[in-house]
């Protein structure tokens, strides 16, 4: 049998055009038309005991594709305003933008005396956390891998 060409299967066509659509949105500096006003919702999800994290959600009845976006180090969920409402629109997903653990209205524990609790395998939980929480299995996450609680950092028995 032969296989389908990368292309032309319909599942990795959809990455490509979301991974497409995270590219030049941004770029369009938001708000006017590209920011449509679609209502977010906004949530505190529990991760850890005494540890939750800010959540906006745009579109959270679309379940044909998800987008989870991180913000860079000094950055919070409130980076995607613009960005996360357009590409909902035009992507037909549904959009989350999670602020990590000490930025944004996440809450900011102190780390424990061992220094515990902003490593990337702790990262990567909350993350995870937030994933089942809202029940999504599978997403998209675009941008720098620098954003994304380092999760290339995260050790390989930490799943995603």
Known sequence: MTPIPFFLNPSRR??????LATTLLPGCGGGGSLAPDLPVRDRRVPVA?????QVRDWNAGAARLHFVLLAGLGGNARCFDSLAPALAERMDARVIAVSRRGYGLSDKPLPSATGQGY???TLVAD???VLDALAIDRAVMPGPVHTHFGVAKAPAGVPI
């Open 49 to 53: 005991p005494g540890v939750a994290l």
């Open 119 to 121: 490593e990337p395998a």
């Open 14 to 19: 959809l990455v490509i055009q979301a991974g």
């Open 127 to 129: 993350l995870r956390a």
